[in-house]
């Protein structure tokens, strides 16, 4: 059982929105900001928001984050193939003086 | 290029040691703060814990699970980061990355948590 939660599942067609989200607590959250990582198969996972909404060089603007009390949300816009991979949110928690992960949302593109 | 490679995996007893490094480069190692995150076969991210830079104190911090067993420690003369696993358990059996804390080069500053650049990760299997 994850900290963090989100849906096991997220599926769209090419061109699509998609969002996945996150929900924590007071101690995560709602009082650290929200990572977002990407992991395709068999690779390790790259860095795809951080800070609840910054992109590092090289993600595309299709991708997006928001964060609104102890929730966040991760927005992919015109779906492609490539984006078929597991998603991961991840925060700090202060109950646990760690970080915590999501488990991972397997993002399926029809 | 920042590159950061894993070595040390293997197949271990249930009791047993292991260390795990991580050989650094395209970076200056000893500014930077360093993580081990693991993931069990067919299963979500797990942090283990960081290590911050000299300059930040370099303290060490761990989850639940691992605390007491597990160290990190860093070489920055080597820019080499370590992971010595002792007491080790079936539920330890996992892919560990090593991975390092995003910090901005112009202010220092560190940003906890932001994982910019991951290696490729080894496997670890307890099993008797």
């Known amino acids: 059982q994850s900290v963090l939660t989100q849906p096991p599942s997220a599926s769209g067609t090419p061109g699509q929105r998609v969002t996945i989200s996150c929900s924590g607590s007071s101690s995560n959250i709602g009082s650290h900001t929200v990572n977002w990582y990407q992991q395709l198969p068999g690779t390790a996972p790259k860095l795809l928001i951080y800070?609840?909404?910054q992109r590092p060089s090289g993600v595309p603007d299709r991708f997006s984050g928001s964060k609104s009390g102890t929730s966040a949300s991760l927005a992919i816009s015109g779906l492609q193939s490539e984006d078929e991979a597991d998603y991961y949110c991840e925060a700090w928690d202060d109950s646990l003086n760690g970080v915590v992960f999501g488990g991972g949302t397997k993002l399926t593109v029809l | 290029e920042v590159q950061l490679v894993e070595s040390g995996g293997g197949l271990v007893k249930p009791g047993g040691s292991l260390r795990l490094s991580c050989a650094a480069s395209g970076f200056t190692f000893s500014n930077a703060w360093m993580s081990w995150v693991r993931q069990a076969p067919g299963k979500g991210l797990e942090w283990v814990g960081r290590i911050k830079s000299k300059t930040d104190g370099g303290t060490t911090d761990y989850a639940a699970p691992v605390k007491g067993r597990f160290t990190i420690s860093r070489d920055d003369s080597k820019n080499t980061l370590y992971l010595q696993m002792n007491s080790l358990k079936t539920e330890d059996t996992a892919v560990y990355y090593c991975s390092r804390t995003y910090y901005d080069i112009l202010t220092g500053y560190s940003y906890p948590g932001v994982y910019d650049y991951w290696g490729q990760g080894t496997l670890v299997t307890v099993s008797s």
């Open positions: 800070s609840n909404n």
